[in-house]
């Protein structure tokens, strides 16, 4: 599979494998070789949810500014996820952006062990 992402200024390497995106409850995983692929698949399948005014647009920014790349990139490097909360009808979902490696995603989101914005009730990736 590809390399994801960009060399970043100073010269760091900051590229993951091909990216794995699931919306807990919603959206099987899926994976893409490219990260800019994985955010507009993962903006496409939010317009398709009845979010409120807010959130649609919190999530947009999130997912389609033009600093959204480098935001995953960074947090799929530093913590092998990317998690975002969000509501559908009155239940609490996450959209999660993983690394994987071999086609296979390195921790399947599961509302039991992850609590949006809670880093430290995350499963080790490895």
């Known amino acids: ?23 807990s409850g919603i959206m099987e995983p899926a994976a893409f070789e490219q990260l800019l692929d994985a955010l ?10 009845p979010l409120k005014g807010y959130e649609h647009n919190w999530l947009e920014c999130m997912l389609t500014a033009p600093e959204a790349e480098l935001r995953a990139l960074e947090s799929i490097e530093r913590y092998g996820v990317w998690e975002m909360p969000l509501s559908v009808g009155g239940s609490l979902h996450e959209l999660c952006m993983r690394r994987t490696f071999q086609g296979i995603s390195s921790v399947q989101c599961e509302e039991e062990q992850l609590l949006p914005g809670n880093r430290a009730t995350s499963p080790d990736p490895r």
């Open 40 to 49: 507009a698949a993962a903006w496409g399948a939010l317009l398709l949810l």
């Open 1 to 23: 599979m590809g390399r994801v992402g960009r060399p970043m200024a100073g010269g760091g390497c900051c590229a993951v494998d091909a990216v794995t995106v699931e919306i």
